[in-house]
């Protein structure tokens, strides 16, 4: 079943100790689009600068239907980021907005009856247009960030009530509750709307707060670390393209949820292992499933 | 089987952001004899000032064979901390090591032939005086801490020969080995002798490294953190009164140090729930086997 995904299609510098890559394919719709591998299928809604190479379009377009990224004049998203030593704080250094600044998501007609919908972390007041013009999606999961919690919590509210799985890191479920323990925040989250919650705890995994369980994926341990940018977008692509592929509503039990943790988990590991989405074009169904396998054997005692 | 636990049997005074308390139970053997639950034999090795009251030995007494703690002149170590608000970090305020200065292990000669030894963070040429003297244990298990892999890193190499498993946190692996990547740094570990490593990662859980398998072990996710103190020691507790009580050896597979990975963790999680041993005292069989049912439905997908 196909999943619609609004994000940035955008352009990244990245600079870690070892490399600095100048303008790389980036953003959270493009790490998703690729992500999901096919399995939606998936249609991005995005917007482009005229300065957008169109090998990267093509890039994501071999990997979901693009017919939903404009491209108009202007700059694309431009940001700017430098990983400290242990390659996983980071500062940002620069975040140009450019045409992003007046993205007004328009979702194509023949697209508005897609049953998946992943709201990547943008305004929330766009979050809310988009889900406006959707036609009764079997599930929506959104993503969202400090600056929205600590700017918008009344728009964000609004549309937490219309949403099936939140994605917050552990700061971003304490900000937006209140709660310094993560069960407690878990709980009001899910009494604010959303009835799963996954909070992303980068190299530490993931948990997922459902309706009766919770499930802690470990992240898996990678021999080298190149470039963890987009790996939460990608954790999001798989985990999506996998309750998308298995035709998991919002009805499903915590069972069908806590399957695709392992899918979104899998799929965000390839992606710290090269720059921009290189490490997940790399990956193969034969590494995928090997790294599944290790998975499991990672979680069951 | 018998385990000998030799660390510090000391006082904390520890300030939380809710609440101060002076010279509470405290050290590292103290938490692990109360932690083991009887699983051992626990036989507890360690000095204290004259000083220490009478109740507090008591306390221990009730859970392990305190013949091996000597009572000598002069205070007992101090450790005193204060936690920020998030309970995890803490900035140590002062370390008075008193009559531990002195410390020079004696091990009762009857307690020589114990199967399991758990050599707690102490002096490594201590650690290895202990284990002289042990007559072939089934199991010898280490803690260590940066000032040791800094300040002593050749006695602490030579006796990791001598050591089947190795708990240490993310940091202290990395310090040790000069790897930044887990995979590698547990590695490089196991090169130097202990076939298993554990790294412990406090409110993310622990990892084993084992033989041929990784086992991640999420921590259980707590209402409510009192005051942190004591969890890891109270882990290894755990771990190895599981291990001593299913009678695992070293030539064991690694399934059998994947089960005592998950008596460790409900172990710990019961500690920060409380000051001191408080936490621990309060977990009955009941709550016991409540939180390992709730960690395995945590664990498998």
Redesign the interface.
Known sequence: MSIVVVGSVAYDTVETPRERRERQLGGSASFFAVAARGRGPVRCVGVVGDDFRAEDLDLIGRHADIAGIARVPGRSFHWSGRYH???IERDTLATELGVFADFRPEIPAAWRDSEYLFLANIHPALQAGVLDLMRGPRLVALDTMNLWIETTPDLLRAILRRVDVLLVNEGEARLLTGE?????AAAAIAAMGPARVIVK?GE??A?LFGRE??????AL?????VDPTGAGDCFAGGFMGSLAQAGVGREAPD?AF??A??DGTVTASFCPEGFSVEGLLRADDAAYARRLA?L??????
Not at 213 to 218: E, I, K, N, Y
Not at 221 to 225: A, E, F, N, R, S
Request: aromatic share 0%; proline share 6%.
């Open positions: 030593a242990d390659l310094r323990s993560l069960a407690r705890k530490h995994g948990l369980s919770v499930l802690a994926v470990p341990i990678l021999d080298d670390v069972a806590r399957q943790m392992l290790t499991r054997t990672m979680m069951c005692p």
